[in-house]
């Protein structure tokens, strides 16, 4: 068995109302690439962090051995001239500053305290040509596209001669030729005795690439695999904490399926770059489409391109018969396209404002400033929402950040409808909220159907997605694997689907 470089046993990591991490272990060994896998909220960020010294574990818990001493790293600088250095998915490097400068930063080539910039840009090149970048050492970051700056950011990681090198989804924003480039240079830092974690969603990746797999769920250790010897149905059982033999689901859609039903958005084709490929999709008028997947399978991105975040490079979509190209959410809301976004949060609801200014916000948009919605428009919108569906809240002027996850839900539902759309896209629409409001969506879902809207949903629920799809579109690593309905739309067949090689 290969040396142990780094050791961690029973680490825990607490936030006000929150365990982050229990109990949490991870055994990193020279010259292997150990994958760390999980869904949201599993614990990968929060362990990467305590390892990394950008948090501090639980006073009193666990303990880290690294290179053969307990250590508890104070800082990612402490932990970087210790020999762990960590590769975010995000590039955190400077923009400003050249791509030698970005390189070497904090450890510049220096003769009599002064930085050698000859030297430095020289060894800048030779670095770079293991990642096959040809480019002008000396141009600044922000001059080039940002999968050349994510193999700058890993390049970094490779000069500072660590013994420890974490990447965190290093190959999202990569194409084809950049990934196997990559994986040559892994395979170089194996050889050198490097120990390697590989934070990914891609699974084909992570079984060409790695040795071990440690899961992770619910902040906790599930347990660690050689690759080689777990079969990939187990593997999604593991993270997803359900087996197939276990699961039922009862497919009760809210509208009636029927080959009949006429299309009403169709996605032929459709690549974005980096992000999905030849995407083929069609929602019947007056009926829910489910999309499964495990995270990084391109659920999210294909919800982004219908709305217009992100551009289409090829292929086509068409809504109700007319080409749909959005360049923005206000052309695709024009459109008659709305999406519930999967980070509420972030990405759906504005806090400070009240639950009468949040419903209001999209119809606005749809008729433009121009057309202002009188507040006693918006009252009455509000007032029609907040009843029909249920929204637990004294009046319409609360302030949406007071409600509870369930009831923002709504309320981003509610404003949704209030434009009328011929499409309703909802990104798990069902994600962090109580039972009771889970299923009160789940049955507006139903009866939006029944109304006559078509929608399609994603959601990590296998079950959820059978009791009212009327077909499951199943993804994997950017495309589209498989199509289920009738009797072949289980949660048992979906789950197959996402591990089939």
């Known amino acids: 068995m290969q040396e142990s470089v780094l050791a961690l046993e029973n680490i825990s990591k607490t936030f006000p109302g929150v365990k982050a991490l229990q109990g949490v272990q991870l055994t990193l060994r020279a010259g292997e690439v150990h994958a760390l896998l999980g869904e949201n909220g599993a614990g ?57 400068q970005n390189l070497f930063l904090g450890h510049e080539p220096k003769r009599f305290a002064l930085i050698q910039h000859s030297r430095m840009q020289q060894q800048a090149r030779e670095l770079l040509k293991q990642f096959k970048l040809d480019i002008d050492v000396t141009a600044p970051l922000n001059q080039f596209s940002v999968a050349v700056q994510q193999l700058i950011a890993i390049a970094r990681g490779v000069a ?10 290093p190959t999202a924003s ?27 969603h891609f699974l084909d990746q ?83 489409i489910g999309m499964a997947g495990l995270l990084g399978s391109g659920r999210t991105e294909v919800c982004r391109a219908i709305f217009g975040v992100d551009s289409v490079a090829s292929g086509q979509m068409q809504l109700a018969d007319a080409p749909l190209k959005p360049q923005s959410p206000a052309e695709a809301i024009k459109a008659g396209v709305a999406l519930c976004p999967e980070d509420r949060k972030t ?70 409808l209030a434009t009328q759309p011929q499409l309703l896209v909802l990104d798990e629409p069902t994600r962090g909220i109580d039972i009771g409001a889970h299923a009160e969506i789940l049955n507006l879902i139903k009866r939006l159907c029944h109304d006559g809207m078509s929608l399609l949903v994603t959601s990590s629920e296998l079950e959820e997605l059978v009791a009212f799809a009327n077909k499951v579109v199943v993804l994997r690593d950017r495309r589209k694997v498989s199509e289920l309905s009738g009797e072949d739309m289980t949660p048992q067949h979906i789950m197959q689907a996402i591990a089939e090689a």
């Not at 497919?251 to 030849?278: R, T, W, Y």
């Open 44 to 100: 990968k960020s929060t362990l990467v962090k305590v390892m990394t010294g950008a948090m501090r574990k639980d006073e009193g818990t666990g303990r880290m051995c690294f290179d053969g001493k307990d250590r508890d790293f104070t800082s990612p600088s402490e932990a970087q001239k210790a020999g762990i250095s960590t590769v975010y998915q995000e590039v955190n490097l400077l923009p400003n500053l050249s791509v030698a």
């Open 347 to 416: 990405d759906g609801i504005i806090g400070p404002l009240s639950i009468r200014e949040n419903i209001a916000l999209a119809l606005q948009a749809r008729l433009g400033w121009w057309r202002y919605l009188s507040k006693a428009k918006q009252q009455a919108l509000a007032d029609k929402y907040i009843e029909e569906l249920q929204i637990a809240t004294p009046d319409a002027e609360k302030p949406i950040g007071q409600l509870s996850g369930g009831n923002q839900q709504k309320v981003i539902l509610a404003r949704w």
């Open 174 to 200: 990569l194409d084809k030729d950049e990934v196997e480039t990559l994986f040559g240079v892994m395979e170089q830092l194996k050889s050198e005795g490097v120990a390697i974690v590989f934070i990914s």
């Open 206 to 288: 992570v079984y060409r690439i790695s040795d071990r797999i440690t899961v992770l769920r619910n902040g906790q250790f599930i347990g660690e695999y050689i690759t080689a010897e777990l079969p990939r149905p187990k593997l999604i059982e593991a993270m997803l904490g359900k087996e197939l033999q276990a699961m039922h689901g009862q497919h009760q859609p809210g509208c009636a399926d029927s080959v009949d039903a006429p299309a009403l958005f169709k996605m032929d084709k459709v690549c974005v770059k980096n992000s999905i490929e030849n995407m083929d999709i069609l929602v019947p008028k007056g009926q829910a």
């Open 160 to 169: 500072m001669k660590a013994k420890v090198l974490v990447l965190d989804e």
